[in-house]
């Protein structure tokens, strides 16, 4: 199957990025080995909580974690890494999306009111967590509102080239337009061809605020995007030996994920203290 033009614009390929070709989704088949690895992490973690004293729980740390999953699947895609989050005491939270179809635009306003919401809710801002288009929204949102996001970790998204997907994703889109043609359905030629397409990904390649922090996981073994458009160059990238649909649950992508918000939370916590030791040693001018 072949992404046609009349389906993605050709800008959300620019020179240098391809679709993966058309054997490449076998390197998919390794998403067996690493649901056999969750089921052994899984396993192991049920036994370490029942081990551990009754009443006990892990100290909460850092701001809240906003999940948001990637293209056609839901909230529930994520829950493996939710709750492996949750065991090592982050406070994750779903993005209320039962599955990521439709206008990019209209999925970055809802997550953008589910953001203002956890704000106040927690008084702090929120990091993000995104899995494929859940990590280019969270990317556009950034650039949009670094007053609500501290930092956001992608896995596998294609944020430098959209269309590089393979052509599996191309015809689910193609499908799609078409039922939303017929009356059915809420993704439209423009959501992925058009003015709409075009707006969305202008401002996921809009700066960063240097207070945000990026990190990008991306893997070679990804049979479903170029992965070489998912190293965004203000991220810090991190290479995972895992496939497109594994990153949702590999325990190996688990730990890459919480290394990563770990460091971006002492990173920021480093500036703080170097811009709080800045001010003290200002010298006071004379009245």
Known sequence: MIVTQRTVAAFLTPEGFSQPSVSAVLREGSAFSEAGRYAVHALSS??????TPYGSRPTRVGEPVLLVPGFLAGDTSLGPMSRSLRHQGFRTYRADIRANVGCTLAAAAQLEERLEELSQRRGSRVRIVGHSLGGMLARGLAARRPDLIHGIVSM?????????VHGVLAWDADILTRLARAGFGVMSEDCVGGSCARMSFEETQRPLDPEVGFTAI???RDGIVDWKACIDPGAEAVEVPTSHVGMAFDPLVFDVVRAALDGQQVTRASRAAAQ???VQLRPVANR
Do not use: F, V
């Open 46 to 51: 049920r036994g370490a909580r029942r081990r």
């Open 156 to 164: 596998g998204s294609p944020i430098l080239a959209p269309g590089a």
């Open 218 to 220: 991306y893997s070679r």
């Open 276 to 278: 709080s030791e800045s």
